[in-house]
Protein backbone atom coordinates (compact mmCIF):
# COMPACT_ATOMS: atom_id res chain seq x y z
CA UNK A 1 0.00 0.00 0.00
CA UNK A 2 0.86 3.51 -0.22
CA UNK A 3 -0.05 6.35 2.21
CA UNK A 4 0.46 9.71 2.33
CA UNK A 5 0.93 12.17 5.70
CA UNK A 6 0.18 15.99 5.19
CA UNK A 7 1.29 18.75 7.46
CA UNK A 8 1.28 21.95 8.15
CA UNK A 9 -2.01 23.24 7.44
CA UNK A 10 -3.44 25.59 10.25
CA UNK A 11 -4.94 29.29 11.20
CA UNK A 12 -3.00 32.16 9.70
CA UNK A 13 -3.76 36.15 9.08
CA UNK A 14 -4.40 37.65 5.29
CA UNK A 15 -0.78 37.88 3.80
CA UNK A 16 0.54 35.33 5.99
CA UNK A 17 2.40 32.31 4.37
CA UNK A 18 2.22 28.59 5.43
CA UNK A 19 4.12 25.35 4.28
CA UNK A 20 2.36 22.23 2.94
CA UNK A 21 4.18 18.71 3.29
CA UNK A 22 3.11 15.96 2.05
CA UNK A 23 5.17 12.41 2.30
CA UNK A 24 4.34 9.42 0.26
CA UNK A 25 5.49 6.03 2.03
CA UNK A 26 4.89 2.30 1.11
CA UNK A 27 5.90 -0.13 -1.44
CA UNK A 28 6.66 2.54 -4.26
CA UNK A 29 8.78 1.82 -7.37
CA UNK A 30 8.15 5.21 -8.77
CA UNK A 31 6.52 8.58 -8.41
CA UNK A 32 5.28 10.26 -11.27
CA UNK A 33 3.35 14.07 -11.07
CA UNK A 34 2.64 14.90 -7.50
CA UNK A 35 0.29 18.00 -6.58
CA UNK A 36 -2.27 19.86 -4.16
CA UNK A 37 -6.27 20.14 -4.57
CA UNK A 38 -8.33 21.98 -2.63
CA UNK A 39 -11.98 22.09 -1.19
CA UNK A 40 -13.71 24.87 0.20
CA UNK A 41 -17.30 24.04 1.87
CA UNK A 42 -19.99 23.51 -0.12
CA UNK A 43 -17.35 23.76 -2.90
CA UNK A 44 -15.65 21.25 -5.71
CA UNK A 45 -12.15 19.90 -5.35
CA UNK A 46 -9.82 22.09 -7.38
CA UNK A 47 -6.47 21.45 -8.85
CA UNK A 48 -3.54 24.09 -6.85
CA UNK A 49 -0.37 22.85 -8.37
CA UNK A 50 0.94 20.17 -9.83
CA UNK A 51 4.70 19.59 -10.27
CA UNK A 52 5.81 16.56 -12.65
CA UNK A 53 9.02 14.01 -12.49
CA UNK A 54 10.92 16.36 -14.14
CA UNK A 55 10.25 19.26 -12.08
CA UNK A 56 7.80 20.95 -14.28
CA UNK A 57 5.04 23.19 -12.38
CA UNK A 58 1.62 24.25 -13.45
CA UNK A 59 -0.15 26.45 -10.98
CA UNK A 60 -4.08 27.62 -10.99
CA UNK A 61 -4.61 30.96 -12.09
CA UNK A 62 -5.60 32.11 -8.45
CA UNK A 63 -2.60 31.13 -6.85
CA UNK A 64 -0.30 31.95 -9.81
CA UNK A 65 2.61 34.21 -8.39
CA UNK A 66 1.89 33.44 -4.54
CA UNK A 67 1.87 29.90 -4.20
CA UNK A 68 5.24 27.30 -4.68
CA UNK A 69 5.26 23.54 -5.57
CA UNK A 70 8.60 21.76 -4.73
CA UNK A 71 9.51 18.50 -4.79
CA UNK A 72 12.21 15.80 -2.96
CA UNK A 73 12.66 12.43 -4.61
CA UNK A 74 14.94 11.41 -1.80
CA UNK A 75 12.21 11.85 0.51
CA UNK A 76 9.02 10.94 -1.56
CA UNK A 77 7.59 14.43 -0.40
CA UNK A 78 5.80 17.10 -2.22
CA UNK A 79 5.89 20.44 -0.74
CA UNK A 80 3.50 23.97 -0.99
CA UNK A 81 4.56 27.06 -0.04
CA UNK A 82 1.91 29.57 0.57
CA UNK A 83 2.40 33.33 0.87
CA UNK A 84 0.47 36.61 0.23
CA UNK A 85 -2.55 34.18 1.48
CA UNK A 86 -6.25 35.51 1.64
CA UNK A 87 -9.45 34.41 3.14
CA UNK A 88 -10.54 32.74 -0.40
CA UNK A 89 -7.60 30.05 0.15
CA UNK A 90 -9.35 28.81 3.04
CA UNK A 91 -10.17 25.20 2.52
CA UNK A 92 -9.17 21.86 3.17
CA UNK A 93 -5.80 20.82 1.11
CA UNK A 94 -5.16 17.62 -0.58
CA UNK A 95 -1.90 16.21 -1.84
CA UNK A 96 -1.73 13.57 -4.29
CA UNK A 97 1.18 10.98 -5.99
CA UNK A 98 1.03 9.46 -9.07
CA UNK A 99 2.99 6.41 -8.08
CA UNK A 100 3.83 2.63 -9.67
CA UNK A 101 4.14 -0.52 -6.69
CA UNK A 102 5.81 -3.40 -8.02
CA UNK A 103 4.01 -5.26 -11.16
CA UNK A 104 1.21 -2.76 -10.59
CA UNK A 105 0.18 0.59 -13.08
CA UNK A 106 0.47 3.83 -12.12
CA UNK A 107 -2.37 4.94 -9.78
CA UNK A 108 -3.38 8.07 -8.11
CA UNK A 109 -3.38 8.37 -4.12
CA UNK A 110 -4.47 10.51 -1.73
CA UNK A 111 -3.74 12.32 1.31
CA UNK A 112 -6.42 12.63 4.37
CA UNK A 113 -6.40 16.20 4.03
CA UNK A 114 -5.34 19.80 6.10
CA UNK A 115 -7.30 22.38 6.98
CA UNK A 116 -5.63 25.80 6.28
CA UNK A 117 -8.03 29.08 7.08
CA UNK A 118 -6.84 32.62 6.38
CA UNK A 119 -8.73 34.43 8.71
CA UNK A 120 -8.31 37.76 11.19
Known amino acids: QVQLVESGGGLVQPGGSLRLSCAAS????????MGWYRQAPGKQRDLVATITSSDSPGYADSVKGRFTISRDNAKNTVYLQMNSLKPEDTAVYFCYVRARRVLRPYTDYWGQGTQVTVSS
Open 26 to 33: GSITEINA
